[in-house]
């Protein structure tokens, strides 16, 4: 089964790899963000939602991180 960026041609995947590290550039920025308030919330406040909300969004950066490695491996294969 062909991947889905094999129907992208080579500029196409090569703006959607800038804008997809963009994306997860600016995302793991706002999640260390999450920790950093996370962390003096839970010594201000103890344990509370705020503690636990990075840990919902974590999983989005390993989304981001496979699709630029599949971005990079179709590259790699039109040379």
Sequence with gaps: MASLFS?????ELLKKL???KTILI????V???MIVYAVFS????GVSFQ?????FFTPMIFVMLFELKKIK???????
Excluded: D
Excluded at 42 to 45: D, L
Excluded at 73 to 79: G, H, I, N, V
């Design 7 to 11: 129907t992208y041609t080579k500029e």
């Design 42 to 45: 839970t010594i201000e406040k």
């Design 31 to 33: 999640v260390i963000l």
């Design 26 to 29: 600016i995302q793991v920025i």
């Design 51 to 55: 503690t636990f909300l990075p840990l």
């Design 73 to 79: 491996k179709e590259l790699a294969q039109r040379k």
């Design 18 to 20: 800038k804008k997809q």
